[in-house]
């Protein structure tokens, strides 16, 4: 490990913006097959792993984006038992789902290098997770495993990193990969999608989520959290083969997380209802947003 007060990282997010880190502490730089696995000690935000040079997680607020990614598909289905993670290396994906009283969860990432890494150097994040009786944890492409399986799901949670030229995630958010993702959910299943970016600059690929999953399913919405260590509202889009899509009636939700006994530290039912409402300027983006295809993948391109 290295340490220095005087080292900058620095993130690229678009041509003409780019982000700087002042880090305390190198806690763990490699290349896994896939990508670039970048973890520090950031004075501001404390532990952070970035991948391909793209931030991913930050000590510091962690659980805002995984709360926002998982509960709002966990606490709307009625009584979810098989739940399936496209992504999430780090574990904290698999953490909250695991609050649920879930039978079984299937996390399939294709870097079993970073995954490693991450129960190594960032313990925390999964809590324990990995070593839960319910969790199977299968290294493989994610696509592969959904085209594949035989298997039927309650939830599917998409936690994947946006899609690089280079990197593992560009034909995980194709109409054709969707399409398949339904086909593996039982009658009233439903999926979360990481969505990336909701700011003015580059809410694009957040506007091509939805119109790609709406292509495949009859109801989608799409909803909003602040992420302080990505300096910026963060999109989600939740899919659903039969379920309504509704957080109105908070008295169902504040039975769930009570029945269930799950604790909480950003989600409350009061708060679900608000992460749905977006502000209109996303309206001004909704010309520029696209179907994904396999033919034609979205291309995060900084």
């Not at 520090?40 to 995984?66: P, R």
């Not at 990432?109 to 990995?130: S, T």
């Amino acid at each position: 490990m290295e340490e220095s007060s005087l080292l900058w990282y620095e993130e690229p997010f678009t041509e003409g913006l780019r982000f700087l880190y002042r880090v305390k502490r190198i806690i763990y730089r490699g290349r896994s097959k896939f990508q670039n696995i970048d973890i520090l000690d950031l004075e501001a935000f404390g532990k952070t792993l970035f991948l391909d040079g793209k931030i991913q997680s930050a000590e510091i607020d962690e659980y805002i984006y995984h709360e926002a990614l998982v509960h709002p598909a966990m606490l709307l289905h009625p009584e979810p038992k098989k739940v399936l993670i496209l992504g999430g290396g780090e574990g904290a994906t698999l953490r909250e789902i695991l609050k649920h009283p879930v039978e079984e969860v299937y996390m399939v990432d294709i870097d079993g290098e970073l995954v490693e890494a991450c129960r190594k150097y960032m313990p925390e994040w999964p809590n324990g997770a990995f070593e839960d009786k319910r969790t199977r944890l299968i290294i493989d492409d994610a696509r592969n495993f959904v085209f594949e399986t035989d298997k039927k799901f309650d939830v599917v949670i998409s936690d994947l990193t946006e899609p690089l030229e280079e990197g593992p995630s560009k034909l995980l958010f194709t109409e054709e990969f969707y399409r398949k993702v339904k086909e593996i959910l039982s009658p009233q299943g439903l999926i979360a999608v990481q969505s990336g970016s909701a700011d003015p600059l580059y809410g694009f690929f957040f506007d091509s989520v939805f119109k790609t999953l709406k292509e495949v399913f009859s109801e989608v919405k799409q909803y909003l959290t602040f992420v302080f260590s990505f300096q910026m509202l963060w999109g989600f889009t939740l899919a659903s083969k039969d379920l309504e899509i509704n957080f109105e009636n908070k008295e169902i939700f504040y039975n769930r997380i009570k029945s269930r006994g799950i604790q909480l530290e950003y989600i409350e039912p009061e708060i679900l209802p608000s992460l749905f409402v977006l502000p209109r300027y996303l309206d001004k983006l909704r010309d520029k947003g696209v179907i994904i295809k396999d033919e034609k993948p979205f291309i995060w391109e900084a």
